[in-house]
Nanobody, 119 residues
Framework: QVQLVESGGGLVQLGGSLRLSCAAS????????MAWFRQAPGKQREPVAR???????NYAASVKGRFTISRDNAKNTVYLQMNSLMPEDTAVYFC?????????????WGQGTQVTVSS
């Protein structure tokens, strides 16, 4: 059993910053790609940022230059530093990770954390 638990969401004003964390726990053998997605009300879930096991990163065009994804492999944790936040960043943010357990390798999702940016 693997669990991803996000934290760090909240309410912030236009131009503010937040740092999201996502810790993986359970019967983990290895963690490969880790990523953040978000889903705004009435919209589809979309990718925000991804980091590989070798720490190669990719970002959505809408967040490039404002958000930074990082990971701490010793803690099985991925972070998303979000700066210069805008109202359009308001969404539920989900952690996603490709994890190998003793049995199989598959993608896991966290439960989501709400980020609200007020103008």
């Amino acid at each position: 059993q693997v669990q991803l638990v996000e934290s760090g969401g909240g309410l912030v004003q236009l131009g503010g910053s937040l740092r999201l964390s996502c810790a993986a726990s359970g019967n983990i053998v290895d963690i490969y790609d880790m990523a953040w997605f978000r889903q705004a009300p009435g919209k589809q879930r979309e990718p925000v940022a991804r980091i590989s096991s070798s720490e190669h990163t990719n970002y959505a065009a809408s967040v490039k230059g404002r958000f930074t994804i990082s990971r701490d492999n010793a803690k099985n944790t991925v972070y998303l530093q979000m700066n210069s936040l805008m109202p359009e960043d308001t969404a539920v943010y989900f952690c996603n990770a490709f994890i190998r357990t003793a049995g199989i390798t598959e993608y896991y999702w966290g439960q989501g954390t709400q980020v609200t940016v007020s103008s």
